[in-house]
């Protein structure tokens, strides 16, 4: 019986974070999360989703779209990378394949992941930093910047310092960022790539919307006494 990975679904305190499936050394990916799949036997690769884990760490992936031209073909212990992007990185995870499922859903049985590889650096280097910052989503959040660079930052928050509010990928955000010494504030608006909960905090991946100038030069200050 294959069993969705529920970890991460207890509202507590009122934060509300998406379901994640724990992959290796403190990697993680959200259920739903969008993948392309390649089994290397096979030379064959088809986009996917991430449906959960069972109760063993084993990882489940969809196969709505595949399962006819997959049938047949696999063979317990085949290769399997499979591929994701998460906060403008793209990562990848070696894996064996296990077995097919169709109950409830068409479904692909991996092995737990050992490692997790990044495979795609960064355009632009994200710069440490403490910045405190509200973030508008149907209600509004308290929250900090802890990295940040022109095209995102990551926030975060302690669960138990948190209000109640949905926060979830996908989202579109308004940032208000509070900077020490500078003569005013900054607003940018983003969307949410992605949310996970470390141990008693929460974090948020965010993609921005153009840039103001005032904050790019801002964010360039921060570059320069960085470096």
Do not use: W
Not at 22 to 30: D, M, P, R
Not at 65 to 85: F, H, K, N, Q
Not at 146 to 157: E, F, P
Not at 212 to 225: F, G, H, V, W
């Amino acid at each position: 019986m294959l069993y969705a990975d529920d970890r991460e679904t207890t509202a507590k305190k009122g934060v509300f974070v998406m379901q994640t499936v724990e992959l290796a050394h403190g990697y993680s990916l959200e259920v739903g999360a969008a993948i392309q799949v390649r089994i290397e036997d096979i030379d064959f690769m088809f986009g996917s989703r991430l449906i959960g884990s069972d109760k063993d760490g084993r990882v489940l992936v969809s196969t709505d779209d595949a399962m006819d031209r997959l049938e047949g073909r696999l063979r317990p212990g085949m290769i399997v990378s499979t591929y994701y992007l998460a906060d403008e990185i793209y990562h990848m995870f070696n894996t064996r394949f296990e077995s097919l499922s169709s109950d409830p859903q068409p479904t692909m049985v991996l092995e737990a992941p050992t490692e997790v590889l990044n495979v795609e650096r960064r355009s632009q280097r994200r710069i440490n930093c403490t910045l405190p910052a509200r973030v508008d989503v149907r209600k509004t959040l308290s929250m900090e910047i802890v990295d940040i660079n022109h095209k995102g930052c990551r926030v975060t928050a302690p669960v138990d310092a948190a209000e109640t509010v949905r926060l979830a990928s996908s989202d579109r955000i308004l940032l208000r960022i509070r900077a020490p010494q500078a003569p005013h504030g900054y607003i940018v608006e983003g969307q949410v790539r992605n949310v996970y909960r470390r141990g008693e905090t929460i974090e948020a991946g965010v993609l921005f919307d153009t840039l103001p100038e005032t904050l790019k030069s801002y964010i360039e200050s921060l570059t320069t006494a960085d470096g």
